[in-house]
Structures are given as C-alpha cells and as structure tokens.
C-alpha cells in the first residue's frame, strides 16, 4: 500500500520525483526514499523515516541525476524503520527496487535466493531474486515474476544505466513519454499538467524507459504495441501551500463541491440511462470505512425514494461472503479512490459472475471504474486529507440524486435551493470541550442519523485518536448503556420527526445514568441536554449532508487541541491498496 513514481530524462528528475511522491503521499509516509544515477553514473540512495519533507533535508540540493526512482510507503512487513524503507538494493548493489504491493509467497523465495537481507521486507526478496536470475536485466525482472504470487507494481535501476524497468500485477502503474523523457506512477496525478497521453501497464506487463523513449514487452520479453490513453479532466493538484491543513480545507470546499455535483450529475444521468438502471429489482452497495458508509445512506435513500431492496456491506466481508449474487440486482461500489483493494476485488468478483457493476467515485481514471459497466462520477476535486470530507458529503449527495432520479422524483429545484444556501459554519469550541472533558464518547442516532453517528465516530477515532463509538440510539439499553456513567459524552444526532419522541427518550436514558448529552439537531426538542447545537432547517433526506459538517469540524478540532496532524493520522494511509 504504498506509492511509486520514478522520472527518466534529459532535466534533473529528483526535484520532478521528490514532487511526485508528494502527492502520492496519499498512500502511506511511514517512510520514503529515492534511488538514483549519479553524474559518475553510481548508484545513490537517500531514504529516512516520515514524509516527503524529511527526505527533502536529506537530498543533497546540488546533485543531478537523469535516472530516478522514488517511493513512500506504508509499512506491511516489517515496522516502520530506515533499513525498511524503500528503494532497496540487491545484495551486490546491482539494482535498486521500489515496490507497491505485496509479495504473499516472500518466505519461500527469501530461502531460495539464499543472501544475508537486511531489512524485513518482501520488496528486497525480490530486488536479490531478480538478480539472481540469469539473461538480460529485462529477463530477469520477467523470469523473477513468474515465480511471485501475490501483487505488485515495481520500477527498477541498474548500477551505471541509463534505464528504468518497470513491471505490474494488480497493482496501479501509469506510465508518460513526451521528448523530455519517461515518467511513471501509482497515479496519473504525479504527471505535469501537459502530459496528455500516457499508458496504463496492464497486469504480466513490462516496459523498459530510457532517456528518450518507452517499450512495452509481454510476460516472455517479446515487444507490444501499447495505445497510449488520452488524458481529461484530472485534478494534477499543485497546491502545496501551507495556509491550512488539506482536512480543513476541504471540509470548506464542500458548499462548492456540492454546487458542482447538483450541476453536473442532472447531465451524467440521462433519461436513457436512468431508464436502463429502473430494470434493477434490488441494490447491493459495498465499500469501504467512510464509503461503507455512504452505501449505508445509499440503502435509506434507494428504499426511501425508489421503494426497491437495498443492502449495503462491507467490501472486505462481501468478498469472502457466500453471496447469492442475482442478475436481478445491481452491485454498487464506491470508493474516493477507486484504488481499495477490497472494493476492487469485490466488483471484480460480480463481474467475473457476468453481472452488472456500478462504480461511484472520485478519481476518473482509477482501477475501479476500468471493471465498471457504469460509472457514477462524483465532483469532490482532489481530497488529500485522510480522513474524507467532502468525498463522503459529495458520495452521499450523488447517491441522493440518483435514488431521486430512479424514483422519478422530480425535485431539481430542492437541491439547486438547497446548495445555495448549505454552508459549513459550525461553532463547535463548546462540543469540543465537552469531548475533551470525557473519557468516553458515543455517538447516537437512528435511521439515517445512525449512519452519521456511525462517520462521526470514524473520524474521531482516526484524526484525534478517541476510543468512540456510533451506534443506533435504539442498541444503547441493549449492551452498550452499561459503559455509560458521569464520565461520558453522548453525542445524539436527532434530524427526523418520526424518531424525535424515540431519541428524547434515549437522551433521558444516559442522563438517568449521570451521562452528559450534546444534542445535534434541526428540530425542537422537549429535554434539557449539556448542549445543544442547532442545525439550519432543510428537507429531512438534506439532513445527513447538513449535520455531518460540526461532526467533521468537532474531529479537525479535538485533534488540533490535542496536537496531532489532521492529514496525516497515525498507521493509517489514505488509499488501503492492500487487502
Ligand atoms: O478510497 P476509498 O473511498 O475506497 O477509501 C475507503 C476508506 O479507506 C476510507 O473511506 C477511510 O475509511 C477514510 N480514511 C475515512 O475517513
């Protein structure tokens, strides 16, 4: 689960890869490293512990180099160490390798290439069984392959060359060539804005670069034709000022993000298409952590408004799931990325089956959408942040719309209304200290306001390190009421008139108990809470969207008060490319 990227050409390539790997920071910095060629035409490594910007004070400012390869990691096998960090060298300090992926079979080649390692990775079992295979560098980097079960993506360079291997399976690797050079990585963002064409390395491919040009070759060395791609509508984000966090950021963007998703998902989903979609009897969406829950909301809305079966899972359950997977029902993936392996290989699952998928994400030219039959794009622009934001806002509004849609539900007017006005000014210093003051928080609601409990105690967990829980308000006497006593917060989210009477009497319940209550809501309650935050009036299906703001705002906060970085939570990379 990590991010390569690697530059070939006649301009000094160690700024253009130190800058790549920055944006692809996104998939793990425990560590990071390049690999270079030297002027002398030595083989140089830099690498250390953290993000891009220690490896920046590292980089000696004036070398030059032609020939490089750079990666940022998130640790598999082995802790998070220099010695474990990427490139890594062959024992005869031939090659250097950086490598997404994960070798499964790497105990079993570790005896068969027999050499003292001194890390505790897969990647340098590899690098040592590449070289130890016998023929030309791009032979070996084959034959080396063959015997690897498992996945990767790897660029490659030898002591003295002017040449970059690279070789894949299952995971991502992109590939530019203009009459500059070579430049390749995990994702097309690392490219400069005016590369318009690249390739896309297929699984068992192989491509060799070189100071002017790229080939491509099949599992037995014999050379292909690639057809280069043309490359639109991608976010290459260049701002790396540092005003604010990207988290605050783009809890801020989503006002606008909302404006361009009513915009242009009316044009996405045409009649047509609409009409080819209302054959489906029933729905299956399957995702990730905050994806996951967008599908949950999903489910309300397609039952709500489409009056059809839904049900939602957890992509890394649903592929192992004995599934009874019907041509009758249509099988939704969403993802930020489109990059989740367990997402990806949930849809490639229903789709070896012959059904139907639908793909809803955030990057056009991700894995998941290449397995899609229709892909439901979401206007959220470049989320860096780890924990999503405006990607989960924007998910949920794009699902709202299509249950709409498909259940011909003709309120367009609504939501131009309605993202007119949405804003995310949110005053949360007194929520956050009431956080602060606990040792235990739960959040609460029912119906769809389970689902946003259910992402405001994701997003506590993972930026401010906060042992929380979501839960349907209904649960707490079931089990969970035991934990409750003065030194607890629960957060209850209270947005819909049928369950309001359901939610008073819950709040009462945890006070009985000496729990203190902060109540997030739109409407007019009868009980006294510790706080209340009042949410602005919209339609109730407009609710999630609305109170799921202070919720994201109150963990931005909390972590700030504590100290942590909000973008960079700890153990945690923002696209999980492993299973
Ligand atoms: O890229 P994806 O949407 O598939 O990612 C799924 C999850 O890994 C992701 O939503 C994760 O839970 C977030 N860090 C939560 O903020």
Redesign the pocket.
């Given at each position: 689960m990590c991010g390569i990227c690697a530059g070939i050409g006649s301009e000094n390539q160690i700024e253009k890869v130190v800058r790549g790997l920055k944006k692809l920071e996104y998939r793990g910095y425990d560590s990071c490293g390049l690999a270079y060629i030297n002027e002398t035409k030595n083989l140089e490594i830099v690498k250390c512990v953290g993000g891009t910007e220690n490896l920046e004070n590292r980089i000696d400012k004036t070398d030059f180099s032609n020939v490089v390869i750079g990666h940022t990691r998130w640790a598999t096998h082995g802790t998070v160490c220099e010695e474990n960090a990427h490139p890594h060298i062959s024992f005869d300090g031939q090659f250097a390798i950086v490598h997404n992926g994960i070798v499964e079979n790497f105990e079993e080649l570790k005896k068969q290439v027999d050499v003292q390692l001194k890390s505790q990775t897969d990647t340098e079992v590899l690098v040592n069984l590449i070289c130890k295979q016998s023929g030309t560098t791009l032979e070996k980097i084959c034959n080396a392959c063959q015997k690897v079960v498992g996945s990767f993506a790897i660029a490659l360079i030898e002591n003295g060359k002017d040449e970059i291997f690279f070789a894949r399976r299952g995971s991502p690797l992109w590939i530019a060539a203009d009459e500059k050079g070579v430049f390749a990585g995990s994702d097309i963002s690392v490219f400069d804005k005016n590369f318009k064409k690249c390739f896309c390395l297929e699984d068992d491919e192989f491509a060799v670069a070189s100071l002017k040009k790229v080939e491509f070759f099949e599992k037995n060395c014999k050379k292909i034709e690639k057809k280069s791609i043309s490359v639109e509508n991608v976010d290459f984000f260049d701002g790396f000022s540092d005003e604010q966090t990207f988290m605050l950021k783009e809890i801020k963007e989503q006002p606008i993000v909302l404006r361009k998703t009513c915009f242009n998902l009316f044009s996405s989903l045409d009649d047509a298409k609409i009409c080819e979609l209302k054959k489906f009897k029933k729905f299956h969406f399957v995702?990730?952590?905050?994806?996951?829950?967008?599908c949950l909301m999903g489910c309300q809305f397609i039952k709500k408004f489409c009056k059809k079966q839904c049900e939602a899972s957890v992509?890394s359950e649903f592929r192992y799931a004995d599934n009874v997977l019907s041509k009758n029902c249509l099988y939704v993936f969403?993802?930020?990325?489109?990059?989740?392996a367990d997402?990806i290989a949930s849809a490639r699952l229903v789709k070896d089956a012959g059904l139907s998928v639908m793909c809803v994400?955030?990057?056009p030219y991700c894995t998941?959408n290449s397995l899609a039959d229709f892909v439901l794009p979401t206007f959220a622009g470049k989320e860096m942040?780890?924990?999503?934001?405006k990607?989960?806002t924007a998910?949920v509004f794009s699902l709202l719309i299509f249950a709409l849609r498909l259940g011909g539900e003709t309120i367009q007017n609504t939501l131009k209304d309605f993202v007119q006005a949405f804003d995310c000014e949110f005053d949360v210093d007194k929520l956050c200290q009431l956080v602060l003051a606990s040792q235990k928080v739960f959040f609460i609601g029912r119906g769809q306001d389970y689902v946003s409990s259910l992402?405001a105690a994701?997003?506590l967990k993972?930026?401010a390190y906060i042992n929380c829980l979501g839960m349907p308000a209904g649960e707490l006497k079931h089990g969970t009421l035991a934990l409750v006593d003065e030194k607890s917060l629960v957060v209850a989210i209270s947005t819909q008139e049928k369950t309001k009477k359901k939610i008073e009497s819950n709040i009462l319940e945890v006070q009985a108990r000496g729990g203190k209550v902060a109540l997030i809501s739109n409407l007019e309650h009868n009980v006294d809470v510790d706080l209340k935050l009042t949410l602005p009036n919209f339609e109730e299906f407009l609710m999630p969207i609305v109170s799921i703001v202070p919720l994201q705002l109150l963990a931005f906060e909390v972590c700030q008060r504590l100290g942590f970085d909000p973008d960079k939570?700890r153990n945690?990379?923002?696209?999980?490319t492993v299973e």
């Amino acid at each position: 689960m990590c991010g390569i990227c690697a530059g070939i050409g006649s301009e000094n390539q160690i700024e253009k890869v130190v800058r790549g790997l920055k944006k692809l920071e996104y998939r793990g910095y425990d560590s990071c490293g390049l690999a270079y060629i030297n002027e002398t035409k030595n083989l140089e490594i830099v690498k250390c512990v953290g993000g891009t910007e220690n490896l920046e004070n590292r980089i000696d400012k004036t070398d030059f180099s032609n020939v490089v390869i750079g990666h940022t990691r998130w640790a598999t096998h082995g802790t998070v160490c220099e010695e474990n960090a990427h490139p890594h060298i062959s024992f005869d300090g031939q090659f250097a390798i950086v490598h997404n992926g994960i070798v499964e079979n790497f105990e079993e080649l570790k005896k068969q290439v027999d050499v003292q390692l001194k890390s505790q990775t897969d990647t340098e079992v590899l690098v040592n069984l590449i070289c130890k295979q016998s023929g030309t560098t791009l032979e070996k980097i084959c034959n080396a392959c063959q015997k690897v079960v498992g996945s990767f993506a790897i660029a490659l360079i030898e002591n003295g060359k002017d040449e970059i291997f690279f070789a894949r399976r299952g995971s991502p690797l992109w590939i530019a060539a203009d009459e500059k050079g070579v430049f390749a990585g995990s994702d097309i963002s690392v490219f400069d804005k005016n590369f318009k064409k690249c390739f896309c390395l297929e699984d068992d491919e192989f491509a060799v670069a070189s100071l002017k040009k790229v080939e491509f070759f099949e599992k037995n060395c014999k050379k292909i034709e690639k057809k280069s791609i043309s490359v639109e509508n991608v976010d290459f984000f260049d701002g790396f000022s540092d005003e604010q966090t990207f988290m605050l950021k783009e809890i801020k963007e989503q006002p606008i993000v909302l404006r361009k998703t009513c915009f242009n998902l009316f044009s996405s989903l045409d009649d047509a298409k609409i009409c080819e979609l209302k054959k489906f009897k029933k729905f299956h969406f399957v995702a990730c952590g905050t994806a996951y829950h967008s599908c949950l909301m999903g489910c309300q809305f397609i039952k709500k408004f489409c009056k059809k079966q839904c049900e939602a899972s957890v992509a890394s359950e649903f592929r192992y799931a004995d599934n009874v997977l019907s041509k009758n029902c249509l099988y939704v993936f969403v993802s930020q990325s489109g990059e989740t392996a367990d997402t990806i290989a949930s849809a490639r699952l229903v789709k070896d089956a012959g059904l139907s998928v639908m793909c809803v994400t955030n990057e056009p030219y991700c894995t998941l959408n290449s397995l899609a039959d229709f892909v439901l794009p979401t206007f959220a622009g470049k989320e860096m942040a780890v924990a999503s934001t405006k990607a989960y806002t924007a998910q949920v509004f794009s699902l709202l719309i299509f249950a709409l849609r498909l259940g011909g539900e003709t309120i367009q007017n609504t939501l131009k209304d309605f993202v007119q006005a949405f804003d995310c000014e949110f005053d949360v210093d007194k929520l956050c200290q009431l956080v602060l003051a606990s040792q235990k928080v739960f959040f609460i609601g029912r119906g769809q306001d389970y689902v946003s409990s259910l992402e405001a105690a994701l997003k506590l967990k993972e930026i401010a390190y906060i042992n929380c829980l979501g839960m349907p308000a209904g649960e707490l006497k079931h089990g969970t009421l035991a934990l409750v006593d003065e030194k607890s917060l629960v957060v209850a989210i209270s947005t819909q008139e049928k369950t309001k009477k359901k939610i008073e009497s819950n709040i009462l319940e945890v006070q009985a108990r000496g729990g203190k209550v902060a109540l997030i809501s739109n409407l007019e309650h009868n009980v006294d809470v510790d706080l209340k935050l009042t949410l602005p009036n919209f339609e109730e299906f407009l609710m999630p969207i609305v109170s799921i703001v202070p919720l994201q705002l109150l963990a931005f906060e909390v972590c700030q008060r504590l100290g942590f970085d909000p973008d960079k939570p700890r153990n945690l990379a923002k696209s999980v490319t492993v299973e």
